[in-house]
Every structure is written in structure tokens, then in C-alpha cells.
């Protein structure tokens, strides 16, 4: 889909143990900005959740 932008907008995204926002915590966090002229901009952060992250996530993610 082409997007007409009159500025740039960003998408972020999180990843984390879990659905639990008592307990899980964050494991990834990206960001993708797009220009108005298409150029695009991506960072990408891995954190420590200072916890195990349950092998069925790290199924859905890949983070270990």
C-alpha cells in the first residue's frame, strides 16, 4: 500500500514474556519511521527482562 504522508510517521513495537501486564516484562522494542519521500528508519533495542522468558513466547518472538 503506497501512503501519501505530508510527514514522517512512526510505528513501534514491543515484544515481551508474556500478556501479563502485572508480571511480563518487555524483551524488544522497534521502531520504523517513514519519511513522506519513502525513505525508512528502523532501531531495534533488546532488553533484559531480568526474568526467563517461557519457551512458548520465545516460539512466537525467537528472543531466548
Known amino acids: 500500500m503506497k501512503l501519501n504522508l505530508t510527514k514522517p510517521i512512526c510505528f513501534f ?3 515481551t514474556t508474556g500478556i501479563n ?3 511480563d516484562r518487555i524483551v524488544e522494542i522497534a ?3 517513514i519519511h513522506p519521500n ?3 528508519e ?3 533495542w533488546l532488553v533484559n527482562p531480568e526474568m ?3 519457551p ?3 516460539a512466537l518472538h525467537g528472543i531466548s
Open 42 to 44: 528502523s532501531h531495534r
Open 31 to 33: 521502531v520504523l519511521k
Open 13 to 15: 513495537d514491543l515484544e
Open 52 to 54: 526467563p522468558i517461557p
Open 21 to 23: 501486564i502485572s508480571n
Open 56 to 58: 512458548e513466547v520465545t
Open 38 to 40: 519513502g525513505k525508512e
